[in-house]
């Protein structure tokens, strides 16, 4: 074996490897791939105006963000998974702003509309973005949170990368530059990622 096949392959053996499925073809397979994840989905985009809350996001800024998101989902599936948007506003609850009451406004504002998936904006009252269920649960009303956060309701996890540091490899969460599952802007998402919902062929 040459040097350059031999550091090669002591670069690569010494990353902590994904768990793959074992075939007789090629032990080092990827799983299979899932279902294609397709067809037409609805979606509302909602900013809480809180009681006690004078700035908050505008329809305006829900219209921006339902539009981004659709069209980074037309254009990352090959026009396999579509957004219907069913609303953009902003919806005034009974509430004051507190982390308390978060859970009570956003069933709140999905009872006021219908849709497969909703992204919530709280203007601010928790720290941070999230997702679960059905509900991307937002901060602010920035697009690129609004497109990760709907990639975890559609099974995406984050994205990170590996980098050595010392002759030992460490993992960063949110470090992929290259997806929009990481913590970086991007329009993209990864070959893997791809791959995982049906939409690489």
Same mark, same amino acid.
């Given at each position: 074996?040459?040097?350059?096949?031999?550091?090669?392959?002591?670069?690569?053996t010494?990353?902590?490897?994904? &768990? +793959?499925?074992?075939?007789?073809e090629?032990e080092?397979?990827f799983?299979?791939?899932?279902k294609p994840v397709?067809?037409v989905?609805t !979606?509302?985009?909602?900013?809480?105006? /809180?009681?006690d809350?004078?700035? $908050?996001?505008?329809s305006g800024?829900? +219209?921006?963000?339902a539009?981004?998101?659709?069209?980074?989902y !037309?254009k990352?599936?090959r026009?396999? !998974?579509?957004?219907?948007i069913?609303k953009?506003?902003?919806? +005034?609850?009974? $509430?004051?702003s507190?982390? &308390?009451?978060i859970?009570?406004?956003?069933? $709140?504002?999905?009872?006021?509309?219908?849709a497969?998936?909703?992204?919530?904006i709280?203007?601010?009252?928790r720290?941070y973005s999230n997702?679960g269920?059905n509900t991307?649960?937002?901060?602010?009303?920035?697009?690129?949170t609004?497109?990760?956060?709907?990639?975890?309701?559609?099974?995406?996890?984050h994205?990170? +990368?590996?980098?050595?540091?010392?002759? &030992? /490899?460490?993992f960063?969460?949110y470090g992929?530059r290259?997806?929009v599952?990481g913590k970086?802007a991007s329009?993209?998402?990864?070959?893997?990622?791809y $791959?995982?919902?049906?939409w690489l062929?």
């Amino acid at each position: 074996m040459s040097d350059n096949k031999r550091k090669a392959n002591e670069i690569t053996t010494d990353i902590p490897e994904a &768990k +793959r499925v074992k075939t007789e073809e090629n032990e080092h397979d990827f799983a299979p791939r899932r279902k294609p994840v397709k067809g037409v989905k609805t !979606l509302a985009v909602l900013s809480i105006k /809180w009681a006690d809350q004078k700035r $908050y996001a505008s329809s305006g800024a829900c +219209r921006n963000m339902a539009n981004q998101v659709r069209k980074f989902y !037309l254009k990352n599936s090959r026009g396999m !998974l579509q957004f219907k948007i069913v609303k953009t506003a902003v919806v +005034r609850v009974p $509430y004051k702003s507190a982390r &308390k009451n978060i859970n009570k406004a956003e069933v $709140y504002c999905r009872r006021r509309v219908k849709a497969d998936i909703y992204c919530i904006i709280n203007n601010g009252v928790r720290g941070y973005s999230n997702a679960g269920g059905n509900t991307a649960h937002l901060r602010g009303a920035l697009a690129r949170t609004g497109n990760h956060e709907v990639g975890h309701l559609l099974g995406l996890g984050h994205s990170g +990368r590996y980098y050595r540091v010392k002759n &030992k /490899w460490k993992f960063e969460n949110y470090g992929d530059r290259q997806s929009v599952m990481g913590k970086y802007a991007s329009s993209l998402l990864t070959a893997p990622q791809y $791959y995982h919902q049906g939409w690489l062929f």
